[in-house]
Every structure is written in structure tokens, then in C-alpha cells.
């Protein structure tokens, strides 16, 4: 059976006590630190930008997985992988060269990867597919944390699965929004890898062991 990657979203985290919250992390079973970057244009939200996600790398134990939810994100590519993400997420709708801004994302070293809104159809990832290390299917619309989970994406995440099948591609399927314990198990059923979750983790009493528990889920082992 293998493991999934459970990334706590920091979105949700306490900014006033963010190296608490990222030791805490370092010490859970997470796999990786979500880190969401949001620009007030592609989504109705402003995060946080660079000097946060460098601060945020000397603190962390663990890879920054680094969702790029902004208009042009070709600009800022460098400058996220030199901050320290290990991987760098564009959005297919922010993206008019979408294989050209995979190959630049690889040519930095970091894992590519897309993330799909939740109107936007998987089928058009098929001519990237060779070019993307994972696929994040949001399943809130995203820009904001605490939303509740759109259940649609168990369709999206099994269609995905299929494609990468069919064309024995290893890309990892990632799920965004809504996630915690009364979804986790469904998604990794339906073929999710990793497992997105910043309100179900750092609004739960125990972080800890939520994180511990959302990763407890066993799912097939790949074929
Ligand atoms: O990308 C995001 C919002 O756009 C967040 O990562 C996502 O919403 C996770 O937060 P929550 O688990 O609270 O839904």
C-alpha cells in the first residue's frame, strides 16, 4: 500500500505564529509545505509573495510546494525557484504557453505542475501530459481558504487517472480545497496522490494528528 502525501496549506496557518506552525509541520507525518500565492487578479484574494516563501524555506524540514495562483506566472518562475520551491504549480487558465512555461519550470529544477480550476476539463492536459509532474485539481474555486469541497472532482480525479494510465505517465494527482477527514479516503479511492488540507489541519484541535490521519488512509500501491 503506499502512502499518501498529505501538504498542509500554511494559507491557513497563523501568520502571527508562523515558525511555530512550520515547526510543527517538520515534525508531523506531512510530505510537503503547500505554500499558496495569490495576486488579488487571478483569484479575489492577495496572499502573500517571495519574501514569505524565503522565509518559509529556512525554516522548513520538508519541500515547498508552491501553487502560483496569479496572471502571468511566467515573470516570477525564477524567482520562486531561487525563494525555494521544489515545486512550482501554474494554473492552466493563467497560462497562454503552457508547454513553454513546463519546460522553463523543469529547465529551474523544480517538479512542474498544473493546477485545473473546477469548470476546467482534464482532457485538456492531454498535450502536456509528458511535460507535468503532477496535475492539482482544485476542488473549491479557488482564492480562499474554508470553502466547502465541490464533489465533482471525484469524476475529475478518475478521469485523470485514466488518461495517465492510458499514456503510462507518472504524474501525481493533487487535491486542493475542502479536504479532511470526511473526503480523504473517497479521493485517494478515486486515485488522488496528495492530499491538499489547511483548514481541516490547522483549525483542528490536534494538527498533528490530523495530519497523521488524513496520511493513514491506505490506497492501492501502483501497478
Ligand atoms: O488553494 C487554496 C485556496 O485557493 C487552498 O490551498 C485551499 O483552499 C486549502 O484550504 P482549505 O483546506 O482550507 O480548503
Known amino acids: 500500500m503506499n502512502k499518501p502525501i498529505i501538504a498542509p496549506s500554511i494559507l491557513a496557518a497563523d501568520f502571527a505564529n508562523l515558525q511555530r506552525d512550520i515547526d510543527l509541520i517538520n515534525r ?14 487571478f483569484v479575489p484574494n492577495i496572499s502573500f509573495g517571495l519574501p514569505i516563501v524565503d522565509a518559509v524555506r529556512r525554516l522548513a ?19 520562486f525557484a531561487r525563494a525555494g520551491a521544489a515545486t512550482i504549480t501554474v ?3 493563467a497560462c497562454t504557453h ?9 529547465e529551474l529544477g523544480c517538479r512542474a505542475g498544473v493546477a485545473l480550476n473546477p469548470h476546467t476539463p482534464v482532457p485538456l ?6 511535460q507535468i509532474d503532477q496535475v492539482l485539481l482544485m476542488s ?35 487535491v486542493d480545497g475542502g479536504v479532511g477527514p470526511d473526503n480523504a479516503g473517497r ?32 490506497k492501492p500501491a501502483l501497478a
Not at 503552457?98 to 523543469?106: A, E, K, V
Request: net charge negative.
Open 28 to 41: 508531523s507525518d506531512a510530505g510537503w509545505i503547500h505554500v499558496d500565492i495569490m495576486d488579488g487578479v
Open 187 to 218: 479521493l485517494l479511492d478515486a486515485g488522488a496522490d496528495v492530499l491538499v488540507a489547511g483548514t481541516s489541519v490547522f483549525k483542528a484541535d490536534d494538527p498533528m494528528a490530523a495530519i497523521r490521519e488524513l496520511g493513514e488512509y491506505p
Open 91 to 93: 494554473h492552466y487558465e
Open 140 to 174: 473549491v474555486n479557488p482564492g480562499f481558504g474554508g470553502q466547502t469541497f465541490i464533489e465533482h472532482t471525484y469524476r475529475k480525479i478518475a478521469r485523470l487517472k485514466h488518461l495517465l494510465t492510458t499514456h503510462r505517465l507518472p504524474a501525481l494527482i493533487e
Open 61 to 79: 524540514q520538508k519541500p515547498l510546494d508552491v501553487h502560483l495562483m496569479i496572471v502571468q506566472p511566467e515573470r516570477y518562475l525564477e524567482a
Open 98 to 106: 503552457l508547454h513553454r512555461t513546463l519546460t522553463q519550470i523543469r
Open 125 to 130: 492536459l492531454e498535450d502536456v501530459l509528458e
